[in-house]
């Protein structure tokens, strides 16, 4: 990748935070609210993502409240089905699916192949207002009446018997979806065409790879739930007969149609955390990513493939039994491409000289959290299994080791890996590593318990309860209290971190890739010069090799391996 020479008064590279950057280029409300800058865009993004995500987890708290009692006297039972409503809706279509994307996708797309912004810098802007519309009409439906039919809006009661605001609810996530459309089209038109020279696919990070793979099903999946969701409005209007058993529709119709997209849109939340979980266990190994071909084609697999298996969550609905062995089939076989991801970060970590940072723990509980979630998608990919496990608690801890564990961590990992990047800050390390401890127990303690209920036959969505299963649902409840102090510590270092944090440089970690090679934060223009590639994004060979004789000068911060700190002594040096 291009290089940078160092200053002889500046052996670390700290960048002086006063110098011209995207933070302070203009400070007027208008600079950001016009701004068509794509790192701009993306921090306006992760606060509003940011802000959806504190109102879903509110409502996830209401849901673990009322579980703690079998007959619950806090909510009314449509209070309660307006609470896992709102929860489920909220982080699946206003967190989940923009979170990597719009904002790390957002912000380091164009650093990472040379580029100077998006190829669409407008249409970015755009779909950040489009999803704040969506988001302010959410919340006012939520605010006023609320919806009762789950994220997954099943017919025919969306339709004809739910007396909440499906219309504006459906409109909100109608909205949204044009938001993510947009966000796709822009990073496929930016990769194909906007790379910079020597910049082959086949030495294209990874991350790259992941958003490529994301956009596509984001363009071609997204427009299906859209056109669904406009169906159930356009029926609910006018009394359309579409769905409606009743008058000839077919409800049947709309689960196929909803569940073509929503599949395909697990793959939308988790493959931007594989693409961010590849990054941080090179850099922090020190090793090319172990059969970087395959990772990268496995994501394309994936993609694909998530189009082809959405009859899995249909095996009870009255489906061919036929029709139910050829989903079975493709279910399992969607898990090798996952597996070979798995095997090749394992890999990777092998012998490789580990740095045990808050981002490679984060990255390493997703591996744990995902492998979970993958392996207990298989038993509902089986047909017999799953006609006993369907609709109970087992599918929502599934569910969320898939997302929560696997979408969330992969988040964290990336927003603590590229922090010193975005703000020119570090965080302080101990605190994130306590951070991602405590997640990751408190994750485990809230939703294993639910594969026990699942199994045991709790149906999930149930208000109450027989007794036997309380004992589960409180150290759900009581998981649920730990996770939620793992997600307010980042709160407190980070917002700390922007005033009293120790300033990055460039390259703090070390790390390979050209988003590295500018300053931190970067300018608003990213490169002076278009940067010529001449190597791939993981040749870690010479920083290996240097770690291990023990030296560490390449370094802003002390490596924990080091025997002592590498010299202050101001000298020239070409950053690897």
């Given at each position: 990748m291009s290089s940078i020479l160092l200053r002889p008064d500046n052996l670390h590279g700290d960048t002086v935070l006063d110098e011209p950057n995207y933070l302070n280029w203009k400070s007027t409300v208008a600079s950001w609210?016009?701004?068509?800058?794509?790192?701009?865009?993306?921090?306006?993004?992760?606060?509003?993502?940011?802000?959806?995500?504190?109102?879903?987890?509110?409502?996830?708290?209401?849901?673990?409240?009322?579980?703690?009692?079998?007959?619950?006297?806090?909510?009314?039972?449509?209070?309660?089905?307006?609470?896992?409503?709102?929860h489920g809706i909220i982080m699946v279509f206003f967190f989940l699916v923009p979170s990597i994307p719009a904002t790390l996708g957002n912000f380091l797309v164009p650093l990472m192949i040379g580029a100077k912004d998006l190829a669409f810098p407008r249409l970015n802007l755009l779909s950040w207002y489009v999803y704040i519309v969506a988001s302010a009409i959410m919340l006012g439906a939520v605010a006023?009446?609320?919806?009762d039919t789950g994220w997954t809006f099943y017919e025919p009661y969306s339709s004809i018997y739910s007396n909440s605001n499906v219309v504006?609810?459906?409109?909100?996530?109608?909205?949204?979806?044009?938001?993510?459309?947009?966000?796709?089209?822009?990073?496929?038109?930016?990769?194909?065409?906007?790379?910079?020279p020597g910049l082959t696919w086949f030495r294209l990070p990874l991350f790259i790879w992941g958003m490529y793979a994301t956009s596509l099903i984001m363009v071609l999946g997204t427009p299906v739930v859209a056109i669904t969701l406009l169906l159930v409005t356009l029926q609910?209007?006018?009394?359309?007969?579409?769905?409606?058993?009743?008058?000839?529709?077919?409800?049947?119709?709309?689960?196929?149609?909803?569940?073509?997209?929503?599949?395909?849109?697990?793959?939308?939340?988790?493959?931007?955390?594989m693409a961010v979980v590849s990054e941080v266990i090179a850099c922090f190994s020190r090793k090319r990513i172990f059969g970087y071909e395959f990772v990268a084609f496995s994501s394309m697999a994936i993609a694909l493939l998530g189009f082809f298996v959405w009859g899995h969550h249909m095996f009870v609905t009255g489906e061919s039994m036929y029709a139910g062995?050829?989903?079975s089939l493709l279910s399992f076989l969607i898990a090798v491409p996952s597996a070979i991801k798995v095997f090749n970060w394992s890999a990777t970590l092998y012998k490789g000289n580990v740095w045990l940072s808050a981002p490679l723990i984060f990255a390493i509980g997703f591996i744990l959290l995902f492998t979970i979630g993958g392996l207990t998608g298989l038993f509902l990919a089986s047909l017999a299994v799953d006609v006993h496990l369907n609709m109970t608690y087992f599918v929502v801890a599934h569910f969320h080791y898939v997302m929560v564990g696997g979408a969330i961590f992969g988040f964290m990992a990336g927003m603590h890996f590229w922090w010193p990047k975005i703000t020119g800050r570090l965080y302080p390390e101990g605190w994130a590593i306590v951070t991602a401890v405590v997640m990751?127990?408190?994750?485990?303690?809230?939703?294993?318990?639910?594969?026990?209920?699942?199994?045991?036959?709790?149906?999930r969505r149930y208000h109450y309860y027989a007794p036997p299963y309380q004992f589960w649902n409180d150290m759900s409840s009581a998981g649920a209290t730990i996770m939620a102090i793992g997600f307010m510590l980042p709160l407190f270092y980070w917002a700390w971190s922007l005033k009293y944090g120790e300033i990055a440089g460039p390259n703090p970690w070390g790390a390979k890739g050209l988003e590295w090679t500018v300053p931190s934060p970067p300018p608003s223009h990213n490169f002076?010069?278009?940067?010529?590639?001449?190597?791939?994004?993981?040749?870690?060979?010479?920083?290996?090799?240097?770690?291990?004789?023990?030296?560490?000068?390449?370094?802003?911060?002390?490596?924990?391996f080091a025997e002592a700190k590498h010299s202050d002594k101001p000298t020239n040096f070409e950053e690897h």
């Open positions: 609210l016009l701004t068509k800058d794509h790192k701009r865009i993306a921090v306006m993004y992760f606060f509003s993502i940011s802000f959806m995500f504190l109102i879903g987890g509110i409502a996830a708290s209401g849901i673990r409240l009322a579980l703690v009692r079998p007959h619950d006297t806090f909510f009314s039972s449509e209070t309660y089905d307006k609470m896992f409503s709102a006023f009446g609320g919806i504006a609810v459906t409109f909100a996530v109608f909205l949204a979806g044009f938001a993510s459309i947009m966000t796709g089209m822009n990073f496929i038109v930016t990769i194909h065409k906007m790379r910079a609910r209007m006018f009394g359309l007969c579409i769905f409606d058993p009743s008058c000839g529709g077919d409800p049947l119709l709309f689960e196929h149609l909803f569940w073509f997209y929503s599949h395909p849109a697990v793959y939308i939340m988790v493959l931007p955390s062995m050829v989903f990751f127990l408190g994750f485990n303690f809230t939703f294993f318990p639910q594969f026990i209920l699942g199994f045991l036959g709790m149906p002076d010069e278009i940067p010529l590639v001449t190597e791939e994004a993981y040749d870690y060979k010479a920083i290996h090799a240097a770690e291990i004789a023990g030296d560490y000068s390449h370094l802003q911060f002390d490596h924990p």
